[in-house]
């Protein structure tokens, strides 16, 4: 089996805030990735990644304390490979309480200008660097993380990530950027798309004219 080897893929363009950078370079959903009978083959997605020349370095079950951040130095890959779930993009938290910077008040408790998606099994995120995001399930009421954690099985809204090989990560969350985006920005691309290798994917949403730096 292989995998659907022209994905419908979404582009988002997410413009920088006051305290993010974001990114020149669309935010790349692609539709239907890795799927069979309906379920994520989690091994072909893991070697597809690493065939192209990204890493897998986590997957993660989420609950709702995630707080909103980037990668200031690399690009990443996210599968989902359960769901649903939700990612809120582009802005950054205001609140340090995970219940109000999820569930809280734009303007208030986090930068005005998210976008909100809903995801579920096989949805696939090549994003850029820079681009804010912050992952979590509306089913996980409990705001306790130690509770959260003691209980954890993997089910419910799960990902997995994966890098451009030799990059660092890195976190960095709303105002630690600020006057010097186009560091951030300045990122090189990598060398192949995580999902098609050397055609489509980055290379073309990412080479377009106004798209890379």
Not at 55 to 73: C, F, K, L
Not at 117 to 132: H, M, Q
Request: proline share 8%; glycine share 10%; aromatic share 12%.
């Amino acid at each position: 089996m292989t995998t659907n080897p022209t994905p419908r893929i979404i582009p988002y363009h997410i413009k920088p805030t006051l305290l993010i950078p974001n990114s020149p370079k669309p935010l790349l959903l692609y539709k239907k990735c890795f799927l069979r009978n309906g379920k994520v083959n989690i091994a072909l997605a893991y070697d597809t990644f690493t065939k192209n020349g990204w890493d897998p370095q986590w997957v993660t079950t989420y609950g709702n304390t995630q707080r909103s951040h980037y990668h200031p130095a690399t690009h990443e890959v996210m599968v989902v490979l359960s769901g649903p779930g939700t990612i809120r993009w582009g802005t950054a938290d205001l609140s340090d309480d995970p219940q109000k910077h999820t569930y809280g008040t734009p303007g208030t408790d986090f930068e005005e200008g998210s976008m909100f998606i809903e995801v579920e099994a096989g949805d696939l995120f090549v994003i850029p660097t820079g681009v804010a995001h912050k992952s979590f399930d509306v089913r996980a009421v409990d705001p306790d993380p130690t509770a959260f954690v003691g209980s954890l099985q993997v089910k419910g809204f799960t990902m997995m990530g994966a890098y451009p090989r030799g990059m660092s990560w890195g976190w960095a969350e709303g105002g630690q950027h600020v006057g010097a985006y186009e560091d951030v920005w300045r990122v090189r691309n990598a060398d192949l798309d995580p999902v098609l290798g050397a055609e489509g994917g980055i290379n073309v949403f990412w080479n377009r004219r106004g798209s890379s730096l």
